[in-house]
């Protein structure tokens, strides 16, 4: 993230609309991408758990992209001029360290 700086000015934890997003990335030029990030956790795959393990993936980044709609976490980048159409949010789902996105 730290290489972004340059670009974005970014956030952790801060309040906007109804929560508090995981990351933030405001654009220096307005032009450009706002980027609204929500973590989540699972636990590891089990033993031969293929389609319960991506069942349980699928649902974890499904309540990710509700959470940062439902609690509108794009507010602040809205308030910085960002246009709608020009945000980008981004559920990332961890099972231990292995990321997992759609």
Do not use: C, W
Request: net charge negative.
């Amino acid at each position: 993230m730290a290489i972004l700086s340059d670009d974005y000015i970014i956030k952790s934890n801060g309040e906007s609309g109804d929560g508090r997003y995981d990351i933030l990335l405001i654009p220096f030029d307005k032009t450009k991408f706002g980027i609204v990030i929500e973590f989540k956790q699972i636990k590891k795959r089990h033993n031969e758990e293929d389609k319960d393990f991506r069942e349980r993936i699928d649902t974890s980044i499904e309540k990710a992209r509700d959470q940062i709609d439902e609690n509108q976490y794009y507010k602040e980048l809205l308030v910085n001029k960002i246009e709608e159409k020009n945000i980008i949010k981004l559920a990332i789902v961890f099972a231990g360290k292995e990321p997992y996105m759609k």
